[in-house]
């Protein structure tokens, strides 16, 4: 539970787990923000370069800003600090482990995708994924997790 915060709230306790940030998302857009800001240099555009520094700089927040707080009844996902989607801990059904590289708040490919109510799933990417996912069986036993076979 290293990876993991533990806060206090009026609720109870709300552990927060960090998103994975992998490199496998976050190298090409470093590399295509190094190469655009490198052309751009050459061109003397002081108003380009800062739009393009701006940018990179928000989408490396945004990456490092994802996170997923869990209560005793709610899982709720956090990007960019004030988008937040809360689901209800008693309507999750199972969770995959996952690759899917759908865009989804999760700054990693080595995900999961957790299913809840009738239809609905989220795909997350947590740093402690058996942490996490030992957290939400705790407090549902009957969630169902299905995870890759390492080879």
């Known amino acids: 539970m290293e990876e993991e915060k533990l806060h206090s709230n009026q609720e109870g306790n709300k552990v927060v787990y960090p998103s994975k940030v992998g490199w496998e998302l976050l190298l090409p857009i470093i590399i295509i923000y190094g190469f655009l800001i490198a052309n751009s240099i050459d061109k003397a555009s002081l108003l380009g370069f800062t739009i393009l520094i701006g ?7 945004l990456f490092y800003s994802i996170s997923y707080e ?7 996902v956090i990007s960019f600090f004030f988008i937040k989607k809360n689901i209800l801990i008693k309507d999750i059904t199972r969770i ?21 109510g009738k239809y609905s799933s989220v795909i997350i990417s947590p740093k402690d994924k058996m942490g996490f996912i030992a957290h939400l069986k705790r407090l549902s036993p009957s969630i169902q997790v299905e995870l890759k076979k390492k080879k």
């Not at 940018?55 to 927040?61: E, F, P």
């Not at 869990?70 to 709720?76: A, I, N, P």
């Open 55 to 61: 940018s990179l700089i928000l989408l490396v927040v």
């Open 96 to 116: 995959v482990e996952s690759n899917n590289p759908i865009s989804s708040p999760a700054a990693s490919l080595d995900r999961l995708e957790v299913y809840y």
């Open 70 to 76: 869990v209560t005793d009844e709610v899982l709720t």
